[in-house]
T-cell receptor, first 112, second 113 residues
Framework: DGGITQSPKYLFRKEGQNVTLSCEQNLNHDAMYWYRQDPGQGLRLIYYSQIVNDFQKGDIAEGYSVSREKKESFPLTVTSAQKNPTAFYLC???????????FGDGTRLSIL | GEDVEQSLFLSVREGDSSVINCTYTDSSSTYLYWYKQEPGAGLQLLTYIFSNMDMKQDQRLTVLLNKKDKHLSLRIADTQTGDSAIYFCAESNRETSYDKVIFGPGTSLSVIP
């Protein structure tokens, strides 16, 4: 079945540590996105990528980094510079930037 | 700036119709979406409507769009307990080369058996 796979489902970060969240899609979609969801709030865009080897900052990119070396993969690194990383992180993809986005099941990141 | 608003909670009895409302501010929206999120899961695309349409029906779901008032609604007929979830309204609008999607805060639907 085609879809978007995020791993791990739960992740814990220690102080000063960088962690990387995985997002893989086998939908042959060009565009991929990372969102952050906090309780009672909508989704906020962290980074997006319209095509391989290209990505752009979203509304809350500070403290995060991404890469897009392959069409299928768009990993997100939460760096130690992100002082409030506890949240639910959602990855999405779409055929193109003007098409509906489809989401993975999310990764919940907590601080130890 | 762009903004999407929804009421945060809705409670209905099983078998009744649910109507979830949404207002948005950007008149240059291209698509408007409804997503469903169950606990601990990602967002599931339920349906979407192009901004030049007034209505779209898909089985138990009916989407109504009033462009003049910038109002979008989602009606779920014969609501079931499995419909209990958070429903997000979202709009996309052209921002340079990227259709930015703005999400509302979500409406938590509780279905009472």
């Amino acid at each position: 079945d085609g879809g978007i796979t995020q791993s791990p489902k739960y992740l814990f970060r220690k102080e000063g540590q960088n962690v990387t969240l995985s997002c893989e899609q086998n939908l042959n979609h060009d565009a991929m996105y990372w969102y952050r969801q906090d309780p009672g709030q909508g989704l906020r865009l962290i980074y997006y990528s319209q095509i391989v080897n290209d990505f752009q900052k979203g509304d809350i990119a500070e403290g995060y980094s991404v890469s897009r070396e392959k069409k299928e993969s768009f990993p997100l690194t939460v760096t130690s510079a992100q002082k409030n990383p506890t949240a639910f992180y959602l990855c999405a993809s779409s055929i193109g930037v003007s098409q509906p986005q489809h989401f993975g099941d999310g990764t919940r990141l907590s601080i130890l | 700036g762009e903004d999407v608003e929804q009421s945060l909670f809705l409670s209905v009895r099983e078998g009744d119709s649910s109507v979830i409302n949404c207002t948005y501010t950007d008149s240059s929206s291209t698509y408007l979406y409804w997503y469903k999120q169950e606990p601990g899961a990602g967002l599931q695309l339920l349906t979407y409507i192009f901004s030049n349409m007034d209505m779209k029906q898909d089985q138990r779901l009916t989407v109504l769009l009033n462009k003049k008032d910038k109002h979008l609604s989602l009606r779920i007929a014969d609501t079931q307990t499995g419909d209990s979830a958070i429903y997000f309204c979202a709009e996309s609008n052209r921002e340079t080369s990227y259709d930015k999607v703005i999400f509302g805060p979500g409406t938590s639907l509780s279905v009472i058996p």
